[in-house]
């Protein structure tokens, strides 16, 4: 007795038998993935980034390199780059390779938002993968973290302009004390170039004055008071209390000599400070004055930016969200081409062994009615 075949076991001993038609498909599968790999492309991984940056303490321009132009900037810093090139672990990589943009959002008082996007191209997707990831895992890091390089940029730029300030205020300085030299002028250099105009020397010379005309004062009162009439031991009494001695002699003669030396003392400081004015110095040396004082003005507000912008390091939040996307190179890679060349060699295998039967049952069945 037969034994039943079913219809699985007639197929696969079907496949079997003619198991060869499978190798032109095979053929002709290798050589559509060798040309599809050619015309497929590369791949383009891009990561999209949501930044945002909020400072919760916002000093006069303390927001200022902390926006998200600033983040975008930092992905062109030498140091960001190298950072990056690590990553990878390839030394020769060509950074250049990354497309970077930014689209800004908003900007406002203390907060700005925007998208940065970082694209990269290769044949290997799995590559391109590895490459934008590398890219966004170092963003990120540098972006949000309290000691990146988001933060230490604002401030060494600050740092930068405070240091040149400086270094502009000191040469100016420089050729004020070599011309105050050369011109003979003996006033306080230091206080000549003070911006504000409220120089202490000057405030000390104006406290003095104001000392010695209260003084000045008391003295003519007294003197006024003897010259009336007071009798002698009253004028004594009086000129000992004013000149805070015993007058044993005239008083009227002790009271004039202390006001002649009160005039000549309010004469030398007002010798003194108008020789620290403005109008007492010529127009050369006047112009580099004025000049010397604007670079103070520049380094005290450089200064004062520098240390705003370490205050705000303490206070901005910095946010992230990214999105991986990729286009193009679907059947470039290995994989890919494998796929390929197994989708043709079976599913055109298949229908050629079938055709093949069925035609091979159609003959069959003609020879016999002809027979």
Same mark, same amino acid.
């Given at each position: ?19 060869? &038609? ?49 983040? !975008? ?12 090139? +690590? ?42 993968? $590895? ?14 973290? &309290? ?12 740092? +930068? ?94 009271? $004039? ?28 040396? &006047? ?17 004062? !930016?520098?240390?705003?912008? $370490? ?47 069925? &035609? ?10 002809? $027979?």
């Amino acid at each position: 007795m037969t034994r039943r075949t079913s219809g699985f076991d007639r197929d696969a001993r079907l496949i079997r038998r003619r198991a060869w &038609l499978f190798i032109p498909f095979l053929i002709l599968g290798i050589a559509v993935a060798l040309f599809y790999h050619r015309v497929a492309g590369e791949t383009n991984a891009i990561g999209t980034m949501a930044i945002e940056t909020v400072v919760h303490e916002v000093y006069p321009g303390g927001d200022r390199g902390f926006r998200t132009f600033e983040a !975008d900037q930092m992905t062109k810093d030498p140091v960001f780059k190298q950072e990056v090139i +690590a990553a990878i672990g390839d030394p020769n990589f060509n950074y250049a390779r990354f497309g970077i943009s930014l689209v800004t959002v908003s900007i406002g008082d203390g907060v700005a938002s925007g998208t940065e996007t970082v694209a990269i191209r290769d044949a290997n997707p799995l590559t391109a993968e $590895k490459y934008r990831n590398a890219f966004v895992n170092v963003f990120t890091k540098e972006f949000t973290s &309290l000691d990146g390089l988001f933060r230490r940029s604002a401030v060494a730029q600050r740092q +930068a302009v405070a240091n040149a300030a400086e270094a502009n205020y000191l040469a100016g300085y420089a050729q004020l004390v070599a011309m105050a030299k050369a011109k003979g002028i003996t006033v306080p250099v230091d206080q000549l170039a003070n911006p504000n105009g409220d120089r202490s020397v000057i405030q000390g010379l104006n406290l003095q004055e104001a000392g010695l005309l209260t003084e000045l004062a008391q003295v003519q009162g007294a003197e006024s008071t003897i010259a009336a009439g007071a009798n002698v031991d009253a004028a004594k009494a009086l000129a000992s209390s004013i000149l805070q001695t015993t007058v044993a002699g005239d008083p009227a003669t002790a009271l $004039k000599a202390k006001e002649t030396a009160l005039n000549a003392a309010l004469a030398s400081i007002r010798s003194q400070r108008s020789a620290m004015s403005d109008g007492s110095f010529d127009a050369q040396f &006047l112009a580099l004055v004025d000049d010397v004082r604007a670079r103070a003005s520049v380094k005290n507000q450089a200064n004062l !930016d520098l240390n705003d912008a $370490k205050a705000a390091t303490a206070s901005i939040k910095t946010d992230i969200e990214t999105t991986y996307t990729q286009t193009g190179g679907q059947g470039s890679s290995l994989l890919g081409r494998i796929a390929i060349v197994l989708a043709i060699t079976i599913v055109f295998g298949l229908i050629a062994i079938y055709a093949w039967e069925w &035609l091979g049952q159609v003959r069959s069945a003609i020879s016999s009615s002809e $027979k």
